[in-house]
């Protein structure tokens, strides 16, 4: 049973915390919170709030360490855990993963990492993704924290797809309520000339599901516009050249600048964003700079989608709800 002391301490914690809107659309930054301390109930209850509402939600100077990360993220939900990671990622926290594997990747394939990335990333809408978006399963949400970042450049850039759904004309809307597409890891990735050892990879790890369009979120009960440029190239049920034109429409829909929000990172900053409403950009203008960019992130457990008409969303190879 809660005391009078109780109620009122945890009263206090909530008054001492403040949701401020940075965009019209989407993001607020929430002050007043220590995320390392004993969060009380209505504190996380305020923070939920606000990353349902404004989709993704800023903290700055946080002293969260590997565990304190967890330990936050299970107040929302249950971590995921990854079955690989990188030599980055710390080891004793399965939970958490290193942005900085990321670097690993095209070496690991005879690629330095900027022709890696040009070659998944050939158009402006390309790296534009929600997180593991090909699973059956993407994560409800994702918690990044700042360890190292450059003195400039690394911003990273976020869009509100209930918005951007909820922008399009009302004919529309309705058009693309009833379709589907494939969402699949590597599609567009533009392979070496020769022998490409990336590619083999890709074909021999390939994930990918179908899953509506428009999306209802299960919280919110809002229509999603669920698409994004990195795992999205087929609408189903249409011609290649008609999905081509539409997810050209619906993508540069998406990410319109009214809709979006930018955050500059500092150590010590954390941000939470709901997987399943939001893409995000990750940054491409700080590699040639050689600072260090040095960021943790914890995602969670998430829903399989379903569409408007409640039909669910379906796997198609190399993904099972509940399984990393």
Request: charged share 25%; glycine share 10%.
């Given at each position: 049973?809660?005391?009078?002391?109780?109620?009122?301490?945890?009263?206090?914690?909530?008054?001492?915390?403040?949701?401020?809107?940075?965009?019209?659309?989407?993001?607020?930054?929430i002050t007043g919170?220590?995320?390392?301390?004993?969060?009380?109930?209505?504190?996380?209850?305020?923070?939920?709030?606000?990353?349902?509402?404004?989709?993704?939600?800023?903290?700055?100077?946080?002293?969260?360490?590997?565990?304190?990360?967890?330990?936050?993220?299970?107040?929302?939900?249950?971590?995921?855990?990854?079955?690989?990671?990188?030599?980055?990622?710390?080891?004793?926290?399965?939970?958490?993963?290193?942005?900085?594997?990321?670097?690993?990747?095209?070496?690991?394939?005879?690629?330095?990492?900027?022709?890696?990335?040009?070659?998944?990333?050939?158009?402006?809408?390309?790296?534009?993704?929600?997180?593991?978006?090909?699973?059956?399963?993407?994560?409800?949400?994702?918690?990044?924290?700042?360890?190292?970042?450059?003195?400039?450049?690394?911003?990273?850039?976020?869009?509100?797809?209930?918005?951007?759904?909820?922008?399009?004309?009302?004919?529309?809307?309705?058009?693309v309520d009833g379709?589907?597409?494939?969402?699949?890891?590597?599609?567009?990735?533009?392979?070496?000339?020769?022998?490409?050892?990336?590619?083999?990879?890709?074909?021999?790890?390939?994930?990918?599901?179908?899953?509506?369009?428009?999306?209802?979120?299960?919280?919110?009960?809002?229509?999603?516009?669920?698409?994004?440029?990195?795992?999205?190239?087929?609408?189903?049920?249409?011609?290649?050249?008609?999905?081509?034109a539409l997810l050209?429409?619906?993508?540069?829909?998406?990410?319109?600048?009214?809709?979006?929000?930018?955050?500059?990172?500092?150590?010590?900053?954390?941000?939470?964003?709901?997987?399943?409403?939001?893409?995000?950009?990750?940054?491409?203008?700080?590699?040639?700079?050689?600072?260090?960019?040095?960021?943790?992130?914890?995602?969670?457990?998430?829903?399989?989608?379903?569409?408007?008409?409640?039909?669910?969303?379906?796997?198609?190879?190399?993904?099972?709800?509940?399984?990393?």
């Amino acid at each position: 049973m809660t005391t009078d002391r109780g109620t009122a301490e945890q009263a206090k914690h909530v008054a001492e915390a403040e949701v401020r809107p940075v965009a019209g659309h989407i993001g607020a930054e929430i002050t007043g919170v220590d995320l390392a301390g004993n969060l009380d109930d209505g504190v996380v209850a305020l923070i939920r709030e606000a990353v349902l509402r404004w989709k993704v939600v800023f903290f700055r100077e946080q002293r969260l360490d590997h565990a304190g990360h967890i330990a936050f993220a299970r107040r929302f939900g249950e971590p995921v855990v990854l079955g690989r990671r990188g030599s980055a990622s710390p080891a004793g926290f399965p939970e958490v993963e290193t942005t900085a594997d990321r670097l690993e990747l095209g070496g690991r394939f005879g690629m330095e990492h900027e022709e890696w990335l040009q070659r998944r990333r050939h158009t402006l809408l390309r790296g534009w993704h929600c997180d593991h978006g090909a699973r059956i399963d993407p994560p409800a949400a994702t918690i990044l924290r700042a360890e190292t970042v450059p003195p400039y450049g690394g911003d990273t850039t976020w869009a509100n797809l209930a918005a951007a759904y909820a922008g399009l004309s009302a004919p529309v809307r309705a058009f693309v309520d009833g379709l589907r597409a494939e969402h699949r890891l590597g599609v567009g990735y533009q392979p070496r000339p020769g022998d490409d050892s990336y590619l083999r990879h890709l074909l021999g790890h390939q994930v990918a599901s179908v899953h509506p369009l428009v999306r209802v979120h299960p919280e919110t009960g809002e229509r999603v516009l669920y698409a994004n440029g990195y795992y999205v190239e087929q609408i189903t049920d249409v011609s290649r050249p008609e999905s081509a034109a539409l997810l050209e429409m619906l993508l540069e829909q998406a990410v319109r600048p009214e809709y979006t929000v930018r955050f500059r990172w500092e150590p010590g900053s954390v941000a939470f964003w709901d997987n399943r409403a939001t893409i995000h950009l990750a940054p491409s203008d700080n590699a040639h700079l050689g600072f260090p960019r040095v960021m943790h992130r914890v995602m969670l457990h998430g829903e399989v989608p379903v569409g408007v008409d409640g039909r669910p969303s379906e796997p198609v190879t190399g993904t099972e709800a509940g399984r990393w």
